[in-house]
């Protein structure tokens, strides 16, 4: 008698780069990634951005906890809710060394959170 197994679900890779925002991607083995930029200093709309944006592409909640060392009052619904309501938050421009400027985007009506 065979024992039905759930498939084993993997979290994507994150892997720090030269990116507007989160973005989905392989590595050499064609693995799942996750292609994220840096944080800049103190910009909390920033990194709850990123934090959502990890979310949206499967990242669990504890991974992102214990990656970013977040403050207990950040719960997981208090980031989401706090993107929800302001938009999201990411580079505008990443070819132009010390003029970072940012863009402000809508969050999809259905973001699966």
Not at 8 to 19: D, G, H, Q, S, Y
Not at 23 to 32: L, T
Not at 49 to 60: N, S
Request: net charge positive; charged share 25%.
């Amino acid at each position: 008698m065979s024992e039905n197994k759930a498939p084993c679900i993997t979290e994507p890779a994150i892997v720090l780069a030269n990116v507007q925002a989160v973005k989905p991607g392989h590595d050499e083995e064609g693995r799942a990634i996750l292609l994220t930029p840096l944080i800049p200093v103190d910009d909390t709309w920033f990194q709850a951005t990123l934090i959502y944006d990890l979310l949206r592409h499967g990242v669990a909640w504890s991974t992102v906890k214990s990656r970013y060392s977040l403050a207990k009052r950040n719960s997981r619904k208090r980031i989401v809710a706090y993107v929800r309501e302001r938009g999201r938050k990411v580079y505008d421009r990443i070819d132009r060394p010390g003029a970072t400027t940012y863009k402000f985007l809508p969050v999809p009506l259905h973001d699966g959170l």
